[in-house]
């Protein structure tokens, strides 16, 4: 398992930031995302979430962690980018 990624259940993912950011008026190095459900995913095109477009993340993040809108438009790029390919890796089964 990658230093990056913390599997605390099979339904939520703990994700090591690149660099810290302030959430919640605290500082914080990593971000656990819970599994969407459906309902997480409403309005959503599932395409534009695996793609990682950043209006699918600004809909579903919120939704899925503590982060908020405020928190994705200010978020650094190095931190985007871990924080959707993991989200990614909720529509991937590995299991044959």
Known sequence: MSKALELTSTNSK????????????????????R????????GLNLIS??????????VLLPRI??????????????NFAPLMTEIAGFFVNTEH
Do not use: C, Q, W, Y
Request: without cysteine; aromatic residues 2%.
């Open 65 to 78: 962690s503590k982060l908020n809108e405020r928190d994705i438009l200010n978020m650094e790029p190095e």
């Open 49 to 58: 979430v695996v793609e990682m477009h950043f209006d699918a993340a600004m």
């Open 14 to 33: 703990m994700v090591a930031l690149a660099s810290p950011m302030t959430v919640g008026g605290e500082e914080v190095n990593e971000i656990e995302l």
């Open 35 to 42: 599994k969407p459900n459906a309902g997480n995913l409403r």
